[in-house]
Every structure is written in structure tokens, then in C-alpha cells.
């Protein structure tokens, strides 16, 4: 049962931010562009922490676009444990409030990649910065109404997200997803799709 959660900027402009990140690339990494960044750079050049409490990679601030609901928790601990408590709370916000709520747990490795980014994207700003959600966790009968859903979507097993960062444009959003490790990443005009289902799957929409 997923427990209900007790609901507790001046904007980088978009062509600067995504210098900085380009910037941060060249001195991180030197030579490797940001399609070759994965989940091993992250871990060992990209800023595992900010200098705004909260702001890391065990904690994710994130607000549901549809329902307005937000939230900032952590779902790990000092140590890296998993904190079942913060996973439960952050599953029930990315719960498919377009069909009547439902819900299921939401695999940790999501909140993993989602939390590196919003590290980074933090980092990058100089600025606390929340992440949208636009859909999290999809009903299998949903996703069947929306056109071009892929029949087996990552959203119908609670692996995946549609995000939006606010003060950056969404190709630095789907960049600063290369660089966090996610295994799926769509690019769109609206969001940028993130997911933790098989690796190595890229595609514009």
C-alpha cells in the first residue's frame, strides 16, 4: 500500500546554461562529447552534492504539474540505503492522477537518475532547482489512449518519467540526462522522457 505523503528563481537563461554545461564538460571530461557521458562519469566528475541543503543525490524536490502537489524528501540515507519511507511518499506523487489516481512503487533507480540530475541542474544555476513532473507512473489503460505510446512503455512499470527543469530549455534538460545515466531518454518540445528500462535508447519526438 503507498502511503499518502504529508505535503510539506531567478531563471539561468537557456543559452547560458547550456554553456555552463558544455563548460563543465570540458573541464571534466576533456575530448568526450555529452552523448558518450553516462552513469560512470556522473559518479566520478558531475557534483554529487550542491551547496543548498537537500540539494543531492540521496534528496528529490519535485512537483506534479497536473495536480500541483509537491514535495522535497530524501530516499536514501547518509549512507546510501534505500529509505522506504521517502520511496513510498514519492511513489504516491508520481502516481497517475489522470486515472483516478493509481499507482505502484516506483523503481529507486528513477529517483537515482532524477536526483543526479537535479544535482547537476542545480549546480549549473547557482539556484535550488525543482523538477516538473509531467507524468510519472501511466495506467496500462491510459497509456492504450495516447497516441504514439509505446504499447510497452517504461510509465506502465514505474520506470520512467516526463520532466521539465524550471530556467533551462529542454535540450539541456535531455543533455544533463545523458550525464546522470538515464538508460531511456526522448527528447521533446515540451519535456524530456527519462527512464531506467533498457539501456541505449534515444529518439526525438
Known sequence: MIEPPKFCRRPAAPDASRRRLLGFAAMGIAGMGLSCLGSAASASVWPRGTRFEGFDERHLAIRQVGGGEAMHIAFRTRSGVVDMIG???????????????????????????????????????????????????????????????????????????????????????????????????????????????????????
Request: hydrophobic share 40%; aromatic share 8%.
Open 87 to 205: 520511496v513510498n511518499r514519492l511513489s504516491f506523487l508520481f502516481r497517475d492522477w489522470r486515472d483516478e489516481g493509481q499507482g505502484l512503487l516506483i523503481e529507486v533507480a528513477l529517483f537515482d537518475v532524477l536526483a543526479r540530475m537535479q544535482t547537476v541542474l542545480t549546480a549549473l544555476a547557482d539556484r535550488p532547482t525543482a523538477l516538473l513532473l509531467n507524468s510519472g507512473y501511466r495506467t496500462p489503460e491510459r497509456n492504450r489512449t495516447i497516441e504514439g505510446a509505446a504499447v510497452h512503455s517504461q510509465h506502465i512499470v514505474g520506470r520512467a518519467a516526463d520532466i521539465q527543469a524550471g530556467g533551462f530549455d529542454d535540450a539541456t534538460v535531455a543533455d544533463v540526462a545523458e550525464i546522470a545515466g538515464g538508460h531511456g531518454i526522448g527528447r521533446y518540445e515540451a519535456f524530456t522522457h527519462v527512464d531506467v528500462g533498457p539501456r541505449g535508447r534515444r529518439w526525438s519526438g
